[in-house]
């Protein structure tokens, strides 16, 4: 596959996208009379986030990562993408039919997968940069899944996961991406008093 699609397949986890649609989501499902639901996305949704900035930060600010296991933070793309995409699509399929579910939730978790590669591909991630975050984006989505599971039916107001879809495809990539990585950079050195961020070529052996 081209360099180019892989690029276009790498805005799908553009975190200035997909943050705000999460919190799409979670009004989605509050105008659908879902609080439950709504709560346990928020929740482990933004604990998902917490972990990730964590793991930057520490990266960037102190040089806390691993040369053997090439880990220099969770992969932020990956992460939301699978997280974000396997929610919106469990509740576009939601209709009571555990198959259609089920089968949504496959097809948001191969979102997240192909952006994952796309990450690694384009050599923004390692194997287990890209691997811990697909794990915690699969947590994000599905635990607040399993705690509202008794509850079935059809979502209302689906016009609000179409907007998102649409959002998403039709938003330009241009200058994204960087924004989103400069302020993570900006945070790590503003926190540690450190004059520029560590790279991986610091990591200690």
């Not at 699609?5 to 799409?24: C, E, K, Q, R, Y």
């Not at 940069?129 to 697909?134: I, M, T």
């Not at 979502?155 to 179409?162: A, E, F, N, Q």
Request: proline letters at 4%; one cysteine or more; glycine letters at 10%.
């Amino acid at each position: 596959m081209p360099i180019s699609d892989w690029s276009t397949i790498t805005h799908f986890g553009n975190s200035v996208l997909l943050l705000p649609a999460a919190l799409a989501l979670m009004f989605w499902m509050l105008a659908a009379g879902r609080q439950r639901l709504a709560a346990a996305w928020s929740l482990c949704f933004g604990l998902a986030v917490v972990l990730v900035l964590i793991s930057k930060l520490a990266f960037l600010g102190w040089g806390i990562g691993s040369k053997a296991l090439a880990f220099t933070g969770i992969s932020g793309h990956s992460m939301v993408s699978t997280a974000v995409f396997t929610m919106l699509a469990y509740m576009l399929a939601l209709s009571g039919n555990a198959r259609l579910a089920l089968s949504a939730i496959a097809v948001g978790l191969g979102i997240g997968l192909a952006v994952g590669s796309s990450r690694w591909v384009l050599g923004a991630h390692s194997v287990s940069e890209v691997a811990l975050g697909l794990v915690v984006g699969m947590w994000a989505a599905l635990q607040p899944v399993w705690l509202v599971r008794r509850q079935s039916g059809p979502l209302s107001h689906r016009w609000v996961g179409v907007a998102v879809v649409l959002a998403i495809g039709l938003t330009p990539q241009a200058g994204q991406p960087a924004e989103a990585h400069g302020l993570v950079v900006k945070m790590a050195l503003l926190i540690s008093g450190r004059a520029v961020p560590f790279t991986r070529e610091m990591l200690d052996p």
